[in-house]
Nanobody, 117 residues
Framework: QVQLEESGGGLVQPGGSLRLSCAAS????????MGWFRQAPGKQRELVAT???????NYADSVKGRFTISRDNAKMTVYLQMNNLQPDDSAVYYC???????????WGQGTQVTVSS
């Protein structure tokens, strides 16, 4: 089992910034993909950004140039720095951890991000 602890959501004005954190613990594997997805009311859950154990990053087109995903391997923590936030970024953000060797994945409980004036 893997446990994911998320933090960093909140309310911010348009143009503002937030940083999300997700710490993984438990039966962590060396080969993984870890990242963030989001789900707005009435919409499907969508990929925001991921980073794999080799450091390769992947971003949704809608966040490129505004969001940056990074990691601290020693802490097994992934960060999502979100800049120039817009109302369309409002959603529940979910951390995801996938163990490539087993092909299973885990979700965090979600953290709300609201962008509003």
């Amino acid at each position: 089992q893997v446990q994911l602890e998320e933090s960093g959501g909140g309310l911010v004005q348009p143009g503002g910034s937030l940083r999300l954190s997700c710490a993984a613990s438990g039966n962590i594997f060396r080969l993984y993909v870890m990242g963030w997805f989001r789900q707005a009311p009435g919409k499907q859950r969508e990929l925001v950004a991921t980073i794999n154990s080799g450091g390769i990053r992947n971003y949704a087109d809608s966040v490129k140039g505004r969001f940056t995903i990074s990691r601290d391997n020693a802490k097994m923590t992934v960060y999502l720095q979100m800049n120039n936030l817009q109302p369309d970024d409002s959603a529940v953000y979910y951390c995801n951890y996938k163990r490539l060797q087993l092909g299973d994945a885990y979700w965090g409980q979600g953290t709300q991000v609201t962008v509003s004036s």
